[in-house]
């Protein structure tokens, strides 16, 4: 027990990787004809909320509870408040639970509670850092928990508008910055370190003012969103941030990692994120309807991809072991990017989309017990 609390990123990692196989698995039941019992959210709505303020959020928490540590020279966090975190995040989520008797109310400030909480766990070491570009990462994430409460509110009756699809987006669009800006630093930082011990050693070559316009590009995809979501205007900004984070993506020697899954899976997952803009761009602009679940390659594929390639890093590096993916790891790779590029393209299979649908949440499910 101690062992589990002695790390920001175990419990939270812990949690992330059973959440997400949960909220993935009971939905796709759902769908193939199997009735959930009624609980504070209707079951799409359960499974939405699950995947962004569950999964993603308890990556979130995992990440900045290990992160911030090694920002700003305090000791890691550990024990009681990790301890206190981790009850409030499960509580959340039994509270949420398809069945549960917790009025919506109640379990909406439940599900509230975690993200608010953590970041005020580390206020003190960010305002002790003095360091302004520290806090960049905690605003997404607040501006991340901001969508959560439009949605949960909506719900709850405390609100309107904006509502349920409005803050969907949003924290779809902060979780997908967060990749952009996180995973801008360390993919060509990993990278690089990587191929300075080969005899052919690299070095970055990026292009000039690429890196901030891709940056602020997917920024604002988000603003396009909540502004005109679904129109025009959020097609063109998608376009345009798919054609900087690529161009970004190719000065990263990405080629060279291929010997090495714990670096090419951080790869692959960033390059999901032009891919995943460029098919919401066809969506929008072209209105194709082959291209109409881009929000679940942008979710269940680049995000994903990246949460998992971070976790199974993170944990090697700070329990001290080799930064080699084991054979179950890259297979969970593996199955996951199938998990999301099946259910993204699950339409064109016509009469058998049911089937594509249960074949990816197999590959979904089946991974993160590979990661579990």
Wanted: charged residues 10%; proline residues 7%.
């Amino acid at each position: 027990m101690m062992a589990l609390f002695a790390h920001g990123f175990r419990p939270f990692f812990l949690m992330a990787a059973l959440v997400a196989p949960a909220a993935i698995g009971v939905w796709v039941l759902t769908l193939a004809g199997f009735a959930l019992p009624e609980g504070p959210l209707p079951p799409m709505r359960w499974h939405a909320h699950e995947a962004l303020g569950g999964f993603v959020a308890a990556a979130m928490i995992g990440f900045l509870m290990t992160a911030i540590p090694n920002w700003t020279g305090r000791r890691g966090y550990s024990g009681a408040p990790l301890v206190v975190l981790a009850t409030l995040f499960l509580a959340a989520r039994f509270a949420m639970l398809p069945g549960s008797p917790v009025p919506i109310e109640i379990a909406a400030l439940l599900a509230l509670a975690p993200l608010p909480a953590t970041l005020l766990l580390v206020l003190p070491a960010l305002l002790k850092a003095k360091a302004p570009r520290l806090f960049g990462p905690p605003a997404l994430v607040l501006v991340f928990w901001s969508g959560q409460v439009m949605m949960l509110a909506e719900e709850a009756g405390w609100w309107t508008s904006p509502g349920w699809a409005v803050g969907q987006l949003l924290m779809a669009d902060m979780a997908l910055l967060l990749v952009v800006l996180i995973g801008g630093r360390i993919v060509p930082s990993f990278t690089l370190n990587a191929l300075r011990k080969t005899p052919r050693p690299a070095e970055a070559q990026p292009l000039p003012g690429v890196d901030r316009a891709a940056i602020l590009a997917v920024a604002a995809v988000g603003v396009a969103d909540l502004a005109a979501p679904g129109g025009l205007l959020a097609g063109l900004v998608a376009a345009i941030a798919a054609t900087l984070v690529a161009l970004r993506l190719s000065r990263w020697h990405g080629l060279r990692t291929l010997r090495w899954p714990i670096l090419w899976i951080l790869h692959l997952a960033y390059a999901l994120i032009p891919v995943a803009l460029a098919v919401k761009a066809v969506s929008l602009l072209a209105g194709a309807t082959w291209a109409s679940a881009w929000l679940h390659l942008q979710m269940a594929g680049a995000v994903s991809l990246m949460i998992v390639a971070v976790m199974t890093r993170a944990t090697l590096g700070h329990t001290g072991n080799a930064l080699v993916a084991a054979p179950a790891a890259v297979a969970a790779y593996v199955l996951l990017l199938a998990a999301a590029l099946l259910r993204v393209f699950s339409s064109v299979a016509g009469a058998d989309a049911m089937v594509v649908l249960i074949v990816a949440a197999l590959c979904w499910v089946t991974a993160f017990l590979l990661i579990l």
